[in-house]
């Protein structure tokens, strides 16, 4: 069971926005930045946003990220089919046992 | 080409050993923290363990602290993890990963090699 918390799947049709959510605590995402990474099928995870809303060199600027509190969010807007993927959250935790933390992950359909 | 290429993976018995690589191209892994990641087969990704940029601070996460050890040898460009007492539920693609970014964002990761752990 993840301690960051993501809904299972999102879907939209090419053009539309879709956001994703990730909730934690304050022991992850409300003292910590969040890094977003995108899992497109059979290979390894891309770094899409880190630092809570800042995207590496590459990444299209219909990407972006924002944080509030312990929940963190990932927009797509002008969704396109090749943003058919996996996305992942993460976080720091300062808890007992500290380490990184993933959310389970948001399957984006493109209908 | 910046990349990392890991190596090692294989079918282990359970309380078997093995010894994952990583080789960096492309740039210096001196200069940054660097971390392994692992993920089951059709599941989500879980953080295993990092190493600072020296060698002098790691982190476990519970689950494998005091069976995998994870080393780096700057000179050689390379990162390494030795996994000891392997159990099935080890089987997993792990992945190594850079934190350029910044020191919690895997911003370079390999292609993955499997681990998978079988009686």
């Known amino acids: 069971q993840s301690v960051l918390t993501q809904p299972p799947s999102a879907s939209g049709t090419p053009g539309q926005r879709v956001t994703i959510s990730c909730s934690g605590s304050?022991?992850?995402?409300?003292?910590?930045?969040v890094n977003w990474y995108q899992q497109l099928p059979g290979t390894a995870p891309k770094l899409l946003i880190y630092s809570n809303n800042q995207r590496p060199s590459g990444v299209p600027d219909r990407f972006s990220g924002s944080k509030s509190g312990t929940s963190a969010s990932l927009a797509i807007s002008g969704l396109q089919s090749e943003d058919e993927a996996d996305y992942y959250c993460a976080a720091w935790d300062d808890s007992l046992n500290d380490g990184y933390v993933f959310g389970p992950g948001t399957k984006v359909t493109v209908l | 080409q910046v990349q990392l290429v890991e190596s090692g993976g294989g079918l282990v018995r359970p309380g078997g050993s093995l010894r994952l690589s990583c080789a960096a191209s492309g740039f210096s892994i001196g200069h940054y923290f660097m971390s392994w990641i692992r993920q089951t087969p059709g599941k989500g990704l879980e953080w295993i363990s990092y190493?600072?940029?020296?060698?002098?601070?790691?982190y476990y996460t519970d689950s494998v602290k005091g069976r995998f050890t994870i080393s780096r040898d700057n000179a050689k460009n390379s990162l390494f993890l030795q996994m000891s007492g392997l159990r099935p539920e080890d089987t997993a693609v792990y992945f190594c990963a850079s934190q350029r970014k910044s020191p919690d964002a895997f911003d370079i990761w390999g292609q993955g090699t499997m681990v998978t752990v079988v009686s």
């Open positions: 304050s022991s992850n995402i409300g003292d910590n930045t």
């Open positions: 190493i600072n940029n020296r060698g002098s601070v790691v």
